[in-house]
């Protein structure tokens, strides 16, 4: 063994050599690890229809180890998310859109679009747009529109989980943008922003269970008849 005031160059170079292998295969260990960690959180979040929530996000951050991340990071991760979940809607529902689902539904009922906006309870031109892919879910009528799902036997937690990937991906207000000449603007607009993305995310909770109370209530059928 080599005595510590007798080691060359080339021994503590080589010792050196080693020590750093050792501190790869252990950082590699752990990174493959985080990545394995990483995909069953990624798994996780794609079968719950939503991205992980800010809270989430710190958490992990306090408990492990990360490079850091900027707001513009965590906006790509959760776009990320997004688009997974929505390529894979897609793909089961043979649709691009939820639209161009119901449409298919629809037709296959043999209902006509006067009819099929009358069931939904919007007007034809209403209708067509929200078939086209230009007017998101949300904006039709809760309760007539859940029933109307029903009867076309599209799948509850399906629609469901597509419309919350389509609202958290979908751009609510203006107000989110800086104002290059002025500070104290940028930030009433990013109050603005916040205060809209808010207002947006209760109305859309408050749609979702009138949705759901409607789709899982009883139909015309189950009610008995008056005596």
């Known amino acids: 063994m080599t005595k510590p005031l007798d080691r060359s160059l080339d021994d503590m170079r080589n010792e050196k ?9 252990a950082e590699l260990e752990e990174l493959d ?14 079968l719950s229809g939503e991205p992980p929530s800010m809270a989430a996000i710190e958490y992990a951050e306090s408990s492990v180890s990360l490079p ?6 965590i906006a790509r991760f959760n776009a990320a998310v997004r688009q997974r979940i929505d390529s894979e809607l897609c793909v089961s529902t043979g649709a691009p859109t939820i639209g161009a689902w119901i449409q298919h539904a629809r037709k296959h ?11 939904a309870g919007v007007a034809v031109p209403a209708y067509r747009q929200f078939e086209a892919g230009r007017m998101p879910v949300w904006r039709l009528p809760a309760k007539t529109f859940a ?13 469901l989980r597509w419309a919350s990937v389509s609202a958290l991906g979908a751009h609510h207000t203006a107000y989110g943008r800086l104002d290059a000449q002025d500070e104290d603007r940028s ?23 009138e949705f759901i109370a409607a789709y899982e209530g009883p139909s015309a059928d189950d009610v008995p008849p008056q005596r």
């Open 109 to 119: 009922a043999s209902l006509d679009e006067a009819a099929a906006a009358r069931e």
């Open 147 to 159: 029933k109307f799902c029903r009867e076309l036997a599209i799948d509850l937690s399906t629609l």
């Open 17 to 25: 050599e080693a020590d750093d292998m050792v501190v790869e295969e």
């Open 68 to 73: 850091k991340r900027t707001s513009a990071d």
């Open 187 to 209: 930030n009433v607009l990013d109050t603005l922003a916040g205060e809209s993305e808010e207002q947006f995310k209760a109305e859309f909770d408050e749609w979702r269970r």
């Open 33 to 46: 690890e985080l990545d394995q960690l990483g995909a069953r959180l990624s798994e996780a979040y794609e």
